[in-house]
T-cell receptor, first 113, second 112 residues
Framework: NAGVTQTPKFQVLKTGQSMTLQCAQD?????MSWYRQDPGMGLRLIHY???????DQGEVPNGYNVSRSTTEDFPLRLLSAAPSQTSVYFC????????????FGPGTRLTVT | AQSVTQPDIHITVSEGASLELRCNYS??????LFWYVQSPGQGLQLLLK??????LVQGIKGFEAEFKRSQSSFNLRKPSVHWSDAAEYFC??????????FGAGTTVTVRA
């Protein structure tokens, strides 16, 4: 049981490049989410999904795209990277809604130059 | 929408001393409250959670938290800190709309 996995662990992009951060969970959780963590700001919700085929925006969705074709996978796409997207990105999953414990992946540290 | 405030950015405590981390929340209904811990370079791990019932909640690693509705607070405590407790601690509030809102975090340094 691997829990929540994220790839890559580190990534450096140039401004304007696109990329996909991968997230997978093997706990059969319906709810998955993406957060970004910036110093002094805690974690901010980017996008979330309550099940396959259902996604919605969080607090800071601009510049990011998501899809959920399977229960297991929830990739996050950066459409055109900007320096403001330099951050640590965490994927999380939960069996239930906001009342449920969220299980976090190890994070992806992204630098945009 | 819900929100969380952690007033202390950084706390330094001696090993063996007690620790209290403050958390204040804003939410119109009954909140779901959580404390998570993040060790350097790691993801977040749940320490404890409160949904309803007994307002004093026990968690892992010897931590406890007390929910005080009148003060909109959910402070985290540990009677005797170990060097391994050095980490960043996040308070979070959840709601039935599937969203979890985090505070900015408190970094705990433990000195020998």
């Amino acid at each position: 049981n691997a829990g929540v996995t994220q790839t890559p662990k580190f990534q450096v992009l140039k401004t304007g490049q696109s990329m996909t951060l991968q997230c997978a969970q093997d706990m059969n959780h319906e709810y998955m989410s993406w957060y970004r963590q910036d110093p002094g700001m805690g974690l901010r919700l980017i996008h979330y999904s309550v099940g396959a085929g259902i996604t919605d925006q969080g607090e800071v969705p601009n510049g990011y795209n998501v899809s959920r074709s399977t229960t297991e996978d929830f990739p996050l796409r950066l459409l055109s990277a900007a320096p403001s997207q330099t951050s640590v990105y965490f994927c999380a999953s939960s069996r239930t809604s906001g009342r449920g414990e969220q299980y976090f992946g190890p994070g992806t540290r992204l630098t945009v130059t | 929408a819900q929100s969380v405030t952690q007033p202390d950015i950084h706390i330094t405590v001696s090993e063996g001393a007690s620790l209290e981390l403050r958390c204040n929340y804003s939410y119109g209904a009954t909140p779901y409250l959580f404390w998570y811990v993040q060790s350097p370079g790691q993801g977040l791990q749940l320490l404890l959670k409160y949904f309803s019932g007994d307002t004093l909640v026990q968690g892992i690693k010897g931590f406890e938290a007390e929910f005080k509705r009148s003060q909109s607070s959910f402070n985290l405590r540990k009677p005797s800190v170990h060097w391994s407790d050095a980490a960043e601690y996040f308070c979070a509030v959840g709601a039935d709309d599937y969203k979890l809102s985090f505070g900015a975090g408190t970094t705990v340094t433990v000195r020998a």
